[in-house]
């Protein structure tokens, strides 16, 4: 139960990851755009959102920290968004961002602890 605890708050993080990549590369920085986006991802955010959700309820139950799973959402958001903005945006991404993300990381095992 653990692990699907766990693969529910990664994939629940993972649509949130795609959401923002799909917005910055489909459409434009618009009001019209962001209605149009926000009506079209309706569906994909309503699942992610009810994934992680219960993730996190299930989660907290089972190994009773939030705040860990909390860490793990934070660390899968910021390496999908890190990797889908270079392969889909077609981005640079500096030294910088790479030891961000390592931090995160970090602090993500820490939380575990």
């Not at 909390?70 to 030891?99: E, K, P």
């Amino acid at each position: 139960m653990k692990f699907l605890v766990i693969g529910a708050i990664i994939i629940g993080a993972a649509v949130f990851s795609l959401l923002p990549i799909l917005s910055a590369y489909f459409f434009q920085p618009t009001l019209k755009d962001s209605i149009r986006f926000n009506v079209y991802f309706l569906p994909l955010s309503f699942i992610g959102n009810i994934v992680l959700a219960w993730g996190f309820i299930q989660g907290s139950t089972i190994f009773g920290n939030t705040v860990m799973l909390g860490g793990i959402q934070t660390g899968v958001n910021a390496i999908l968004i890190t990797v889908l903005s270079i392969l889909v945006l077609r981005q640079n991404i500096s030294v910088y961002s790479i030891i961000g993300i390592l931090l995160i990381a970090i602090g993500a095992i820490l939380l575990n602890k």
